[in-house]
């Protein structure tokens, strides 16, 4: 299968909470920052400035041990209306140039070059013309990576962060991915990574390399079929310019049952900070708040109740879903082996604009 000849290019704009954060108070910009949840809870790091990557702090880590890893940075609570606005002004500004765009969060999406760029010289100007309208708008650093596929442009544009721009013209996609970590290709998750680090497999290109036979040895099915292809650059996605999410959800599995309920609301506020977290990336609010409840003998129960307004907000979220947490165990008591919280009924953000 070749690759796809058209001209896509992911935008991911660069630390983008912790750059609006910046933008609100300057004398953030030169200290180690951390936009999450509560460092002395379970919260977790929605994003980092570049001053607090430094310390090896990253998204999804426990906001406490970035505290651990960097006792003088400075912790914000997010701020997603904030946040909203200024990804409503970078979008809009974005659409001006690039009619045909796929936003597949507040601060990341994809772009159909092809329709304002004849080939790939150009679709390198229209890159930088793009960085330089979101700065004069917004006084925000993009990042962008422009190939033939969704799969290399996701790649490319965390290549040369902050305020870069990596072009992987045709023919060279696979030459491109194949030093890099097996772990960056979407799709490859720990389990998928641990099977391939057994099989000695450390690198994209060592993927893309296996035969048929080979493949089915170490990812078995279709995933692992997909996930070859994509190490290739090989991924035929069109841009889903309609494309619906019905439900964001989070859950994690505890290494031994859980009876005890300040743990079990522990752990339910910290999943509905990552819901809360993913709700805000995608623009979207929801109205209906589940309680997922995994027993030790696999059985499972959910909860639900609809909120008179949709939300995204963390604290109204694991308050809910303590109290679903709740109803459930009271309608059957026992200790658990997994608990999930998911928002549904999704509706995008209500738009604001700068400065309103």
Not at 27 to 56: C, I, K, M, W
Request: glycine letters at 10%; charged letters at 25%; hydrophobic letters at 40%.
């Amino acid at each position: 299968m070749a690759p796809p000849t058209g001209i896509l290019a992911h935008l991911d704009l660069d630390a983008f909470f912790a750059a609006v954060e910046e933008l609100e108070d300057p004398s953030l910009r030169e200290q180690p920052l951390v936009v999450g949840g509560d460092p002395h809870g379970r919260g977790v790091v929605a994003t980092a400035n570049y001053a607090a990557r430094r310390f090896g702090i990253h998204s999804a880590m426990s906001s406490a041990e970035a505290l651990r890893r960097c006792p003088h940075a400075v912790f914000l609570r997010p701020r997603h209306a904030l946040y909203r606005q200024y990804s409503r002004a970078v979008w809009d500004t974005v659409g001006e140039i690039v009619p045909r765009t796929e936003r597949t969060g507040l601060d990341e999406g994809y772009l159909d070059l092809a329709t304002v760029a004849d080939g790939f010289t150009q679709a390198r100007a229209v890159a930088s013309a793009i960085q330089t309208s979101v700065r004069a708008t917004t006084s925000l650093t993009c990042s962008l990576g422009v190939s033939t596929s969704k799969v290399v442009c996701k790649i490319a544009s965390d290549r040369r962060k902050p305020g870069g721009i990596t072009v992987v013209p045709p023919g060279h996609e696979a030459r491109f991915l194949a030093p890099l970590a097996v772990r960056l290709l979407p799709g490859v998750g720990p389990r998928a990574e641990e099977r391939l680090a057994r099989a000695g497999i450390e690198t994209i290109g060592g993927l893309a390399a296996l035969d048929d036979a080979e493949l089915r040895a170490v990812l078995p099915g279709s995933v692992g079929m997909l996930l070859r292809d994509r190490a290739r650059g090989v991924d035929p996605r069109d841009l889903e310019l309609e494309a619906e999410q019905v439900s964001v959800s989070a859950e994690d599995t505890f290494a031994r049952d859980v009876s005890d309920r300040a743990l079990l609301h522990d752990e339910v506020r910290r999943l509905s900070e990552l819901v809360a977290q993913r709700l805000a990336s995608s623009g979207l609010t929801g109205r209906t708040v589940t309680a997922k409840l995994r027993y030790g003998d696999f059985s499972i129960r959910t909860r639900s109740t609809t909120l008179p307004a949709a939300t995204d907000e963390a604290e109204l979220i694991g308050s809910v879903a303590c109290g679903l947490l709740d109803r459930g165990l009271r309608d059957r008591p026992g200790a658990l082996r997994l608990v999930g919280v998911g928002v549904s009924g999704l509706s995008p953000y209500r738009q604001l604009t700068l400065g309103g």
